[in-house]
């Protein structure tokens, strides 16, 4: 068993600071109270390593007041985001990097949040394993504002059941208590919770509902959890209610935490949109269970929100600017739902001729007068009656831009390829063995 009498000394060695000093550089984000950025972190790295090990080793390190900001939810309403300073975020990056390979080994392997080699893909394969096996009732748990109801007491305990070194149970219960600086410069004291925004707040998550993991598993359930958000599969509707009242009273009494109620209940996994996927189940013609994993719904108004942002009536820079901004944020968009699987393909193909029709629509209002449309759509290959016709219309961009002499003659499809990400070209890319089958079919 590892010795945890004297984990202060990791903590504040000077390789341990600077590594994480480093994570915090490349993760960069906002500055804290203090003002101070990354990149001022960086150019003074030595000397902050230096000053903070030596305060930890002495115990005289304070962190600093963490500045509250608000970030709008995609689904309405306001987040609460904490920023500590740079060093604050530093010390917790340290912490983490100490006791993650301490905890992580006991926790559940259904856990799959802010851990390493797990995350989201991880959790939607074991779920799709779940309902395959016939699981095909979700007890869809949420819990309300968790990060803000987390009881200090009851996570420095669990701490200290593996921690003895009762100077890092202390620099924790600092870290829990640092004041909160609001956007009007009040100062708030803080009595619970964890604020979300510092390298420590996911890894506390875990702590936490790992005494929920071991009683689901006690309990012989079949679950995925990711952070606070976890998936119960269970075979009937009645045992689905049976457990979500239990789980309602274990957490309510025993963990203190609040359930939300809007957001949780006993559904059918097309109705569930967990970590951005839905799930359809259907019969194989050998009796067995096809799951089908295609974007939420709500995954989908996202990113069609997005690309309306992305690509404005008013755009002033050239298309080629818009059109690789825009690809960026496709590419890592369909890295994310790369597991969905081949059912997905018409959704992201009427997608893909979505943001065609956008991009040509930002074409059109370029050209501003109808005689300029014309002479550069006949320039690009359309017929000169089918220009005149789009040209001078009477119509808008939005819908000059599914006339003929758009979108088939002057910018069709093939025009795009090579200059724009395609969803559905990006998806087969990334499921090369599926890309293969569908060929043998074809075939």
């Given at each position: 068993?590892?010795?945890?009498?004297?984990?202060?000394?990791d903590?504040a060695?000077?390789?341990?600071l600077?590594?994480?000093?480093?994570?915090?550089v490349?993760?960069?984000?906002?500055?804290g109270?203090?003002?101070?950025?990354?990149?001022?972190?960086?150019?003074?790295?030595?000397?902050?390593?230096?000053?903070?090990?030596?305060?930890?080793?002495?115990?005289?390190?304070?962190?600093?007041?963490?500045?509250?900001v608000?970030?709008?939810?995609?689904?309405?309403?306001?987040?609460?985001?904490?920023?500590?300073?740079?060093v604050?975020?530093?010390?917790?990056?340290?912490?983490?990097?100490?006791?993650?390979?301490?905890?992580?080994?006991?926790?559940?392997?259904?856990?799959?949040?802010?851990?390493?080699?797990?995350?989201?893909?991880?959790?939607i394969?074991?779920?799709?394993?779940?309902?395959?096996?016939?699981?095909?009732?979700?007890?869809?748990?949420?819990?309300a504002?968790?990060?803000?109801?987390?009881h200090?007491?009851?996570?420095?305990?669990?701490?200290?059941?593996r921690?003895?070194?009762?100077?890092?149970?202390?620099?924790?219960?600092?870290?829990?208590?640092?004041?909160?600086?609001?956007?009007?410069?009040?100062?708030?004291?803080?009595?619970?919770?964890?604020?979300?925004?510092?390298?420590?707040?996911?890894?506390?998550?875990?702590?936490?509902?790992?005494?929920?993991?071991?009683?689901?598993?006690?309990?012989?359930?079949?679950?995925?959890?990711?952070?606070d958000?976890?998936?119960?599969?269970?075979?009937s509707?009645?045992?689905?209610?049976?457990?979500?009242?239990?789980?309602r009273?274990?957490?309510?009494?025993?963990?203190?935490?609040?359930?939300?109620?809007?957001?949780?209940?006993v559904?059918?996994?097309?109705?569930?949109?967990?970590?951005?996927?839905?799930?359809?189940?259907?019969?194989?013609?050998?009796?067995?269970?096809?799951?089908?994993?295609?974007?939420?719904?709500?995954?989908?108004?996202?990113?069609?929100?997005?690309?309306?942002?992305?690509?404005?009536?008013n755009?002033?820079?050239?298309?080629?600017?818009?059109?690789?901004?825009?690809?960026?944020?496709?590419?890592?968009?369909?890295?994310?739902?790369?597991?969905?699987?081949?059912?997905?393909?018409?959704?992201?193909?009427?997608?893909?001729?979505?943001?065609?029709?956008?991009?040509?629509?930002?074409?059109?209002?370029?050209?501003?007068?109808?005689?300029?449309?014309?002479?550069?759509?006949?320039?690009?290959?359309?017929?000169?009656?089918?220009?005149?016709?789009?040209?001078?219309?009477?119509?808008?961009?939005?819908?000059?831009?599914?006339?003929?002499?758009v979108s088939?003659?002057?910018?069709?499809?093939?025009?795009?390829?090579?200059?724009?990400?395609?969803?559905?070209?990006?998806?087969?890319a990334?499921?090369?063995?599926?890309?293969?089958?569908?060929l043998?079919?074809?075939?």
């Amino acid at each position: 068993m590892t010795d945890t009498s004297r984990l202060l000394e990791d903590v504040a060695s000077e390789a341990n600071l600077a590594t994480a000093l480093l994570n915090v550089v490349r993760n960069k984000g906002a500055p804290g109270v203090d003002g101070q950025t990354v990149e001022a972190a960086e150019a003074k790295a030595p000397s902050i390593i230096a000053r903070l090990r030596r305060d930890l080793l002495e115990g005289r390190y304070r962190p600093g007041a963490v500045r509250r900001v608000w970030l709008p939810k995609p689904g309405g309403g306001e987040r609460a985001l904490g920023i500590p300073n740079v060093v604050d975020r530093t010390v917790q990056q340290a912490v983490l990097q100490v006791l993650e390979s301490i905890f992580d080994p006991f926790f559940h392997d259904s856990s799959h949040g802010f851990r390493s080699r797990r995350g989201a893909h991880t959790a939607i394969a074991e779920a799709t394993s779940y309902l395959q096996d016939g699981y095909q009732t979700v007890v869809d748990l949420d819990l309300a504002q968790f990060f803000d109801h987390v009881h200090h007491q009851r996570l420095l305990a669990r701490i200290a059941q593996r921690v003895t070194d009762r100077r890092i149970i202390r620099l924790i219960r600092l870290m829990l208590t640092a004041a909160v600086t609001m956007p009007d410069g009040t100062r708030v004291a803080v009595r619970e919770g964890t604020p979300q925004g510092g390298p420590l707040s996911p890894f506390f998550s875990n702590i936490v509902l790992d005494e929920l993991d071991q009683e689901l598993a006690r309990r012989g359930l079949r679950f995925v959890r990711y952070a606070d958000d976890a998936n119960i599969f269970v075979r009937s509707e009645r045992a689905g209610l049976r457990v979500m009242d239990s789980l309602r009273q274990f957490l309510e009494t025993r963990m203190r935490l609040p359930v939300n109620e809007a957001k949780s209940g006993v559904r059918k996994p097309d109705e569930v949109a967990f970590l951005g996927f839905s799930f359809r189940c259907s019969r194989k013609e050998d009796g067995g269970t096809h799951v089908a994993v295609f974007p939420a719904a709500k995954a989908v108004r996202r990113l069609k929100a997005i690309i309306r942002e992305m690509t404005p009536p008013n755009w002033g820079r050239s298309i080629s600017a818009c059109m690789e901004g825009l690809g960026r944020y496709l590419n890592g968009w369909i890295a994310f739902f790369r597991l969905s699987t081949p059912e997905a393909v018409d959704g992201l193909r009427v997608i893909d001729a979505h943001i065609r029709r956008r991009i040509r629509a930002i074409i059109v209002r370029h050209r501003k007068r109808p005689r300029f449309l014309f002479r550069h759509l006949v320039s690009k290959g359309a017929s000169p009656r089918a220009a005149a016709s789009c040209a001078f219309c009477g119509k808008r961009a939005w819908a000059k831009s599914n006339r003929s002499a758009v979108s088939v003659q002057a910018y069709p499809p093939s025009w795009f390829q090579g200059r724009l990400v395609s969803l559905q070209a990006r998806w087969f890319a990334l499921n090369p063995p599926l890309v293969s089958d569908q060929l043998a079919l074809a075939l």
